[in-house]
Structures are given as C-alpha cells and as structure tokens.
C-alpha cells in the first residue's frame, strides 16, 4: 500500500523512467513474436503449454496501454509491469550466479598482452581480415 500512495504523487511518463519499464512497443512486440509459428515452435521445445506464454504477453501489453491512456486509474497495470520486468531481472540475476562453467576473474592475467603463439601467428596472418588490413604484407 505505500508503494500507492508514492506513486500516486507523480506523472505517468516519469513513472515508466523511474520504474525502469519499456515501451508499450516492446511488450506489442513481445505478444507478436509469441504468436507466430517461429513463437510456438520455440514454446513447444521449451515445454510451455500452447498460448500460455502469449496470453502473459497480452496481458502485459494491454496492461501498459491502460496505463498510458490513464495512468490516475491504472496504477495495479503499473505494477504489474513492474513486478514482470523485477522478475526478469531476479531471472537473469539467479542465472548468472547458479553458472559453474565460468570461473569469474577479479583482475586479467598477468600475461594479457603477451605475444601470441607462433601457430596462431601463423593462422592470422592467413585470415582475410589480416590481408584485407595489411595489404602490402608479403604472404
């Protein structure tokens, strides 16, 4: 309930800034690539129940038109949005910390910068990104 009565003080557009919140067009763009085949074919290898997805991504579009043609008497849209886009965030957050393949440096290698391996030397130098720059380098 306190999070009404701070958000009742300000307007609508400095709402979605303050809130971090994305365009209506996103959330439209979200629905549309839901519903297409490549959408269900992505779903169905997921293990999501047909239109389930779409559904959420409706709601959430209709959700942030409501708020922007009257943002007085749509706060819950707001919200709602703005608990999505807070769950994205924990998602992507709990993602990265359960990741076990990667161990993650505090500072780079002491020999970063260190001369390449001849054999990679050698691979570069027959790359085309390598002739394309250096043009009068002899093969």
Request: aromatic share 16%; glycine share 2%; charged share 35%.
């Amino acid at each position: 309930m306190s999070e009404f009565k701070s958000v009742e003080k300000l307007d609508g557009q400095k709402l979605f800034e303050e809130f971090n919140l994305l365009p209506c067009d996103h959330y439209e763009y979200e629905f549309k690539q839901c519903s297409t085949i490549r959408g269900k074919f992505l779903q169905y290898f997921r293990g999501e129940k047909p239109d389930h997805e779409c559904k959420f991504y409706q709601d959430l579009f209709v959700d942030c038109l409501k708020y922007q043609r009257d943002p007085s008497k749509n706060l819950n849209s707001l919200l709602r949005l703005k608990d999505y886009e807070n769950e994205l965030v924990k998602r992507r957050n709990d993602c990265k910390a359960k990741n076990d393949v990667w161990k993650l440096r505090k500072e780079p290698p002491s020999d970063w910068n260190a001369p390449l391996p001849d054999w990679a030397e050698d691979n570069l130098r027959d790359s085309y990104w390598f002739k394309s720059r250096n043009k009068n380098f002899p093969n």
